[in-house]
């Protein structure tokens, strides 16, 4: 029974994967072409080619960051769809920090301006969280109009207060460029003497390596120490928790500004470690990505790294798909969403299978003897 | 005296009530599916869908029997809206089915149908028009002018060339007030959305009142959608619903839950965005004036305008066996 449940969980994602290429192969169809060449165009213009690897784990460290953060709300019963908001702040004070201040050696500068990303996203989740926990103020809906209030606020100090001044005159709307000392190091250097190069290798930043490291320390934090515990607690059953003497609220306060502070992060792969200002027309919706990063990886930080890298495999695929399968990308979006709503509809079937597995096993009578047992029955 | 006449003109007002009407839609929508008991974050997206298929039906419809059109040249935005609505029917559909029937967390689903819907009309656009982001033009409703109404002069700007939408809109917050407060089918859904169990044990199926709600507020954010795209824009382009099924959700809690307060948030909303469309002087950036309805329905959620009063099992899945 361990193992078959065992099994059955590591198949879920794969199965809802599969239903989501199916139902996306219907549309497919429907428009006269044939999935499996589209699907198999993706493939070998994702795996065969060196800018598509790199590009694709590109793509992927802001949806590790982005799948932290939602993750981490998740595991205290608290659903932050402000991360998109939150991103959006962290990456304009990465960005204020980066081009007013000068003369800063690396080593002060680029910490600095990452702790005013984290530092910022999580000043600006203040709101929702403490309206939740003081005045039941539902978050998901509060986190929704902060993300909108986000969008406006950077609107106006990017055209109307920070705007590059020898920019005036034409239609690029952005910040002054960030000082290099506060730039995310590029790893195009430590992967030339391998015979990689290309503006693809080189767009892929620290950042990548400082988001796994980050998911992996969450894990452990989460699964080995007083506060994971703690946190287990409070998600398992919030009641008994503080019967326990675990502070709820103080918890869930915890956990959602961790989730913030990481947020802050997902948009400087971007901002500090590729174009190095903030545009108006910066990628926006990783936040709504991380959702779906969380979800897939089941909330788990470990899970979010092969999590991320799907969605980065399939963000890159897109091109591929466009340019010479000729099906228009966004075919590809909509298997994501597909994806999405396959793989809950999944875990909550899953979910049920159990309960319902060990209610019977529960019902078993007692006395069933070991040679039962060992035939299966 | 002149700059506080401008913000209460009367051409400003029968703009703030042409923006009004996909806010109310949609926002009419929500209060059906909150009060079933189910939350749906997917109007944002459903809007998306009417307004492609809004544009699509009354392009459709106009090409395919150019006759029949000039002849009654309100039938093709008819189909229009019945387009959409069917689209909105169709994602309700999928939300009812994904949250009751699955009993998966309502905000997923919603984030789901919100990206499948931006997809999937960026997609489908392609594929009819060749580009992603714009549809052909398409022709509205011959607009109507209130009898009576009209004679005023004073209110001439407000009652004449109103689109026959505006007035179903009007009229369906009358019917929706009603048969929320009034007929057994609302009593019915209100008390599945606050006490499920005890409407099961006395015999209302939950899920198929929850169904209903959900698929109202389909059609209903699919029609608000038809509007934005044929009365208003008379066209399809990308991003038109700039958040619109987001402010509806705000416009329903502002409203307490019920069609006429609904309304009245809906109004307060489309003046604000009338407002910062307009080039009013105004002493603070548009952006801000753009957010007030945002920056409202965290106060009204926090309690600081007025307590919140949210049916009692909004948001929680309803299940017959035992957990």
């Not at chain 1, 809802?16 to 044939?34: C, K, P, Q, T, Y």
Request: charged share 15%; net charge positive.
């Amino acid at each position: 029974m361990k193992h078959r449940l065992l099994v059955l969980q590591m198949a879920t994602p794969v199965l809802a994967i599969l239903f989501g290429m199916l139902s996306a192969s219907v549309i497919i169809l429907a428009i006269g072409r044939n999935p499996l060449d589209v699907y198999a165009v993706m493939v070998r213009f994702n795996l065969t080619r060196t800018d598509s690897l790199f590009s694709i784990l590109f793509k992927t460290t802001p949806l590790i960051f982005a799948g932290l953060a939602v993750a981490l709300s998740f595991r205290v019963s608290l659903f932050n769809i402000g991360v998109e908001g939150q991103y959006y702040i962290g990456a304009f004070c990465a960005a204020l920090v980066g081009f007013s201040l000068r003369g800063l050696p690396a080593v002060l500068h680029l910490p600095l301006a990452l702790l005013a990303a984290a530092g910022g996203a999580m000043v600006w989740a203040l709101v929702p969280i403490v309206l939740k926990l003081r005045r039941g103020a539902h978050e998901v809906i509060t986190t929704i109009m902060m993300n909108y209030i986000a969008s406006a606020l950077l609107l106006y100090l990017i055209n109307d207060v920070f705007r590059d001044p020898t920019q005036i005159g034409t239609p690029r709307v952005r910040t002054p460029l960030v000082a290099a000392a506060a730039r995310v190091p590029s790893l195009g250097p430590l992967l030339a003497p391998l015979g990689l190069h290309g503006s693809d290798v080189e767009k892929l930043n620290l950042l990548l390596p400082v988001g796994i490291v980050i998911a992996v320390i969450l894990a452990y934090f989460l699964s080995r120490t007083r506060f994971g515990y703690e946190v287990r607690a409070v998600a398992f059953n919030p009641l008994a928790a503080e019967a326990a003497g675990i502070p709820n609220a103080r918890v869930q306060f915890g956990m959602f500004m961790l989730s913030a502070g990481i947020a802050g992060l997902v948009g400087l792969n971007d901002i500090l470690g590729f174009f190095g200002y903030l545009d108006i027309d910066f990628p926006k919706g990783l936040g709504f990505l991380g959702i779906s990063v969380a979800l897939l990886a089941k909330n788990n930080p470990l899970g979010v790294i092969p999590a991320a890298l799907l969605f980065g495999f399939l963000d890159r695929g897109a091109a591929g798909v466009q340019f010479f399968a000729r099906v228009p990308k966004e075919i590809i979006v909509i298997l994501q969403a597909l994806i999405i709503l396959a793989i809950v509809v999944a875990y909550e079937l899953l979910t049920r299978y159990v309960r319902t597995q060990r209610k019977r096993e529960a019902e078993l009578p007692v006395t069933a003897t070991p040679a039962a047992e060992a035939t299966g029955r | 005296m002149e700059y506080m006449t401008s913000l209460f003109s009367v051409a400003l007002l029968a703009s703030a009530i042409r923006v009004t009407m996909p806010i109310l839609l949609a926002s009419l929508g929500a209060v059906h599916a909150e009060r079933g008991g189910v939350v749906n974050i997917g109007l944002e997206g459903i809007m998306i869908m009417g307004t492609f298929f809004g544009a699509v039906g009354a392009y459709a419809f106009d090409t395919r029997f150019p006759s029949l059109a000039q002849t009654w040249p309100n039938l093709a935005p008819l189909a229009g809206v019945l387009a959409a609505v069917a689209a909105g029917l169709l994602f309700g559909l999928i939300h009812a089915l994904v949250t009751i029937t699955f009993r998966v967390d309502q905000i997923i689903s919603g984030v789901a149908l919100n990206l499948l819907a931006g997809g999937l009309a960026r997609f489908l656009n392609i594929l009819l028009f060749e580009k992603a982001t714009q549809s052909p033009g398409v022709r509205g409703f011959t607009p109507i002018d209130i009898p009576l109404l009209r004679d005023l002069p004073a209110l001439r700007p407000l009652v004449t060339g109103v689109s026959p939408m505006i007035i179903t809109g009007v009229v369906l917050v009358a019917v929706s007030q009603w048969v929320l407060r009034r007929t057994r089918f609302g009593l019915r859904l209100r008390a599945v959305g606050e006490y499920p169990l005890a409407a099961d044990t006395l015999g209302v199926n939950v899920y198929h009142l929850r169904y209903a709600g959900v698929l109202l507020s389909g059609a209903l954010a699919g029609m608000a959608g038809a509007y934005l795209a044929i009365e208003q824009a008379r066209l399809y382009f990308e991003g038109m619903t700039q958040g619109r099924g987001f402010i509806a959700l705000a416009a329903m809690i502002f409203g307490n839950w019920w069609p006429v307060g609904a309304l009245g948030a809906s109004a307060l909303f489309g003046y604000f965005d009338a407002l910062s469309l307009r080039v009013v002087r105004l002493p603070v950036p548009y952006q801000f004036i753009n957010v007030l309805p945002h920056i409202v329905t965290i106060l009204v959620l926090a309690g600081f305008v007025r307590r919140a009063r949210m049916p009692a099992a909004d948001g929680v899945p309803y299940t017959k066996e035992e957990e």
